[in-house]
């Protein structure tokens, strides 16, 4: 992830990092292979990506973004296809008109 805002930046292209959103694929099945909820380790991966988005070194080319949707289930459920980790075309459009002004 950090590899491709860095060649955007290196062409002068400022970038927006988003967090990983919650699905239903992480609470269907809640463990990694090393035994850690799936939801913590987007939470991690998020935690770093955000850290790394406000360092000096990119803060002015890169801005990090809260995902829309902070959890899976009733009513965000309708924004998601029937596998639970896709959007619908709801969910694509709410989520684009949700981050329209970051853009």
């Known amino acids: 992830i950090v590899q491709l805002h860095e060649i955007a930046h290196e062409e002068g292209v400022p970038t927006l990092a988003l967090s990983i959103p919650p699905s239903q694929f992480q609470s269907k ?10 939801g913590a380790v987007a939470a991690e991966v998020d935690r770093r990506l955000e850290e790394w988005c406000r360092s000096d070194e990119h803060s002015s080319w890169v801005k990090f973004v809260p995902f ?6 009733q009513p ?4 998601f296809s029937p596998d639970g ?9 709410f989520v684009g008109e949700a981050l329209a002004p970051a853009v």
């Open 29 to 38: 099945y809640p463990q990694s292979s090393k035994s850690q909820s799936l």
């Open 68 to 73: 829309p949707i902070e959890e899976w289930g």
């Open 85 to 93: 980790l896709h959007f619908s075309a709801d969910g694509y459009r």
């Open 76 to 79: 965000t459920s309708v924004l």
